[in-house]
């Protein structure tokens, strides 16, 4: 059972758009949503995260929406350049009981010039 | 500050054979993951350890699959007998204690079964 679900899971964005993942969770006891980058070979990234707490947080280019009464967060990555162009993963964290990672089934990012 | 170590990092075998895959985690880090990710997925964790300690290890196949962390430090995952199902990326993954959910991955293990 997938507990977080990602989506779209491949996407083309021309170079200076702004590219959108989303994501739905189900668990209502998860409390840290992070999103990690992942480039051909290399293992994950941590790249930016969130608590149910906050609505919003921004970094740089990269900002999280977060609706906790939807259950559901999103990646924003504004003025998107060929260099973002790497597979992006949301993923949930529950720090009560088996303090792992659920994570979502990946976005491919492509950035065109 | 070092990363995750991991070797080998690619590794083709024949089903029913066997195979070890070494980490070596982020110097203090407590908590370490390995995790196996299938092309086009995401990581699945397949065992957390505290210290020298199994936290979880439920989605571990413990008929094939096995990992110790001797002296909590360095840790090995071993696959006997391979199956083709096993081809993936094995990744080792480490947290300090007091930030469980900030997780650092290694650059990861890709296993070819044939």
């Known amino acids: 059972q997938q507990q977080v679900k990602q989506s779209p899971q491949s996407l083309i964005v021309q170079k200076g758009g702004i590219s959108i993942i989303n994501c739905a969770y189900e668990?209502?006891?998860?409390?840290?949503f992070p999103w990690y980058q992942q480039f051909p070979g290399k293992g994950p990234a941590l790249l930016i995260a969130i608590r149910p707490d906050v609505s919003e947080k921004k970094e740089g280019r990269f900002t999280i929406s977060f609706n906790k009464s939807a259950k559901q967060f999103s990646l924003h990555i504004m003025d998107s350049q060929p260099g973002d162009s790497a597979t992006y993963f949301c993923a949930a964290y529950s720090g009560a009981g088996s303090y792992q990672l659920t994570f979502g089934k990946g976005t491919k990012l492509s950035v065109i010039p | 500050e070092a990363g995750v170590a991991q070797s080998p990092r690619y590794k083709i075998i024949e089903k029913r054979q066997s195979v070890a895959f070494w980490c070596n985690p982020i110097s203090g880090h407590a908590t370490l993951y390995w995790y196996q990710q299938i092309l086009g997925q995401g990581p699945k964790l397949l065992i957390q350890f505290q210290n020298n300690g199994v936290v979880d290890d439920s989605q571990l196949p413990k008929d094939r699959f096995s990992a110790e962390r001797l002296k909590g430090v360095d840790s090995t995952l071993k696959i006997q007998p391979a199956k083709l199902e096993d081809s993936a990326v094995y990744l080792c993954?480490?947290?300090?204690?007091?930030?469980?959910?900030?997780?650092?991955f290694g650059p990861g293990t890709r296993l070819t079964v044939t």
């Open positions: 993954a480490s947290s300090s204690t007091s930030t469980f959910y900030e997780q650092y």
């Open positions: 668990n209502t006891a998860f409390d840290y």
